[in-house]
């Protein structure tokens, strides 16, 4: 398998614009994570899927930020409108259990201008 | 509810020396403790997980952690730094359904 999928690698975009972040997890997985991470905050949940469903949004910072799962083999973060405080990396994991390993993307790197 | 708690957001040694990044943490039920390594520029990577087996754990690049429960703390420790070892390292305590990641703690290796 080659791992857990995002993309793009690097996203820039102006303030105000709609960004769609996109993550393919492992073939299997039945959990699905996204965070984010920034120096002042470090790494944050935003939300978590297990078969597909949305099972913990606390994370979510406010109603610009929106996340969905299809199906088992894609998930979006979307962000509408974006601010320059949403500029982080953005991280999507996925895992067997919620108490397994997670696999982590490489990330992408949102900046809002 | 759970929680992690990283002491020392950064932390300098030479090289050769002794590793030590401390981590306590609060779980209402037996815990599963994990330690991940993040490379600059890159994603989060497994070093070691606890998963009740043994209370000593050895992970990848000569790393270990021990589960303590009666400290509620899993300190990840490596005898002799390495240049390469220079990253940032999270630990994050789970229970059922829900993986919490402590602030990091950002290992820097002095040559």
């Known amino acids: 398998d080659a791992g857990v999928i995002q993309s793009p690698r690097h996203e820039v975009t102006e303030m105000g614009q709609e960004v769609t972040l996109r993550c393919k ?11 984010r991470q920034t120096m002042m905050r470090g790494l ?20 610009r930020f929106s996340a969905k799962m299809p199906n088992a083999s894609f998930s979006t973060l979307k ?35 | 509810a759970q929680s992690v708690t990283q002491l020392g957001s950064h ?42 087996a043994a209370t000593l754990v ?17 300190h990840l420790t490596k005898p002799s730094a390495h240049m390469s070892d220079a990253a940032e390292y999270f630990c994050v305590v789970s229970d059922q ?3 919490r990641f402590g602030a990091g703690t950002r290992l820097t290796v002095k040559p």
């Open chain 1, 25 to 35: 997890p492992i073939s299997g997985h039945d959990y699905l994570f996204w965070y």
């Open chain 1, 44 to 63: 944050e949940l935003l939300i978590y899927f297990n078969n597909n469903v949305p099972i913990d949004d606390s994370g979510m910072p406010e109603d």
């Open chain 1, 79 to 113: 962000i509408q409108p974006s601010e320059p405080r949403d500029s982080a990396v953005y991280f999507c994991a996925s895992s067997l259990s919620g108490v397994g390993e997670a696999f982590f993307g490489q990330g992408t790197r949102l900046t809002v201008v």
């Open chain 2, 11 to 52: 932390v300098s040694v030479s090289e050769g020396a002794l590793v030590l990044l401390r981590c306590n943490y609060s779980s209402s039920v037996p815990p599963y403790l994990f330690w991940y390594v993040q490379y600059p520029n890159q994603g989060l990577q497994l070093l070691l997980k606890y998963t009740s």
């Open chain 2, 58 to 74: 050895k992970g990848i690049n000569g790393f270990e952690a021990e589960f303590k429960k009666s400290e509620t703390s899993f």
């Open chain 2, 97 to 99: 359904d829900d993986m």
